[in-house]
């Protein structure tokens, strides 16, 4: 069954098919010139006997001929049955083989419109597959040019990210040295003040000194 539903197969069959209607038609083209020779066979026959009949004709042999003639007919009546029955049988067998080649023929033509029918199913089946795969492709385009479009986004944003976090940074890194360096400032203003104040000890100190070295002089 797998075999002969191959389309090689079915195809040779079906012109194996073709071949037998060929053949028939011309074994039918045959028979028909072979019924056209007899039939002027016969004709010539008749016209033959008609024309004896009427050479040998005569008053003198009325009554010969006459005989003659009822054999003739009865002979040609015998003659004439049995081609008779030769035509029937003959046009019967014609008629079977004409409905036989017509069979066949209406097979062939059924298998050649189901052969076009599928191959017709094919070719829809076929442009079917190709506009999905349009379709498809169209939506795979649209698709890459939507993820393409979403990287671009994304990668807007990471830069932006990006950008805000270094200026965050800058801005960062500017206040803590801002701060360190206003630390810095008051440290230095507390240490000067220290040393101002431990100068001015030591300046009083050094009058005292300088008062008591003085007073024991």
Same mark, same amino acid.
Request: hydrophobic content about 30%; proline content about 0%; overall charge positive.
């Given at each position: 069954?797998?075999?002969?539903?191959?389309?090689? *197969?079915?195809?040779?069959h079906s012109? =194996?098919?073709?071949?037998? *209607? #060929?053949?028939?038609?011309? *074994?039918?083209?045959?028979?028909?010139?072979?019924? $056209?020779? $007899?039939?002027?066979?016969?004709?010539?026959?008749?016209?033959?006997?008609?024309?004896?009949? =009427?050479?040998?004709y005569?008053?003198?042999?009325?009554? &010969? $001929?006459?005989?003659?003639?009822?054999?003739?007919q009865?002979n040609?009546?015998?003659? !004439?049955?049995? $081609?008779?029955?030769f /035509?029937?049988? #003959? +046009?019967? %067998?014609?008629?079977?083989?004409?409905?036989?080649?017509?069979?066949? %023929?209406?097979?062939?033509?059924?298998?050649?419109?189901?052969?076009?029918?599928?191959e017709?199913e094919?070719?829809?089946?076929?442009?079917?597959?190709?506009?999905? #795969? &349009?379709?498809?492709n169209?939506?795979?385009?649209?698709l !890459?040019? @939507? +993820?393409?479009?979403?990287?671009?986004?994304?990668? %807007?944003? +990471?830069?932006?990210y990006?950008?805000k976090?270094?200026?965050?940074?800058?801005?960062? &890194?500017?206040k803590?040295?801002?701060r #360190?360096?206003?630390?810095?400032?008051?440290?230095?203003? =507390? +240490?000067?003040? @220290?040393?101002?104040?431990?100068m001015?000890?030591?300046?009083?100190?050094?009058?005292?000194?300088? /008062?008591?070295?003085?007073?024991?002089?």
């Amino acid at each position: 069954m797998f075999h002969n539903s191959q389309d090689m *197969v079915k195809g040779l069959h079906s012109k =194996m098919l073709m071949a037998d *209607v #060929f053949a028939e038609r011309d *074994v039918q083209e045959e028979t028909r010139k072979k019924k $056209l020779s $007899l039939q002027k066979q016969i004709d010539s026959q008749w016209e033959e006997l008609e024309k004896q009949k =009427m050479v040998e004709y005569d008053e003198r042999l009325r009554a &010969k $001929l006459e005989k003659e003639y009822t054999k003739k007919q009865s002979n040609a009546k015998m003659v !004439q049955d049995q $081609l008779d029955d030769f /035509k029937m049988t #003959f +046009i019967k %067998r014609l008629q079977d083989d004409e409905a036989e080649g017509k069979k066949i %023929r209406s097979a062939v033509e059924e298998e050649l419109e189901r052969e076009k029918l599928k191959e017709l199913e094919k070719k829809k089946k076929a442009a079917k597959q190709r506009e999905e #795969f &349009k379709k498809a492709n169209e939506e795979l385009l649209k698709l !890459q040019a @939507q +993820i393409a479009l979403k990287e671009k986004e994304e990668e %807007r944003r +990471i830069d932006e990210y990006a950008k805000k976090r270094e200026a965050m940074t800058y801005v960062r &890194k500017t206040k803590e040295e801002e701060r #360190f360096k206003n630390k810095q400032a008051i440290r230095q203003k =507390m +240490i000067d003040r @220290q040393i101002e104040e431990l100068m001015k000890v030591r300046d009083l100190q050094e009058q005292q000194l300088n /008062k008591q070295v003085a007073e024991a002089e």
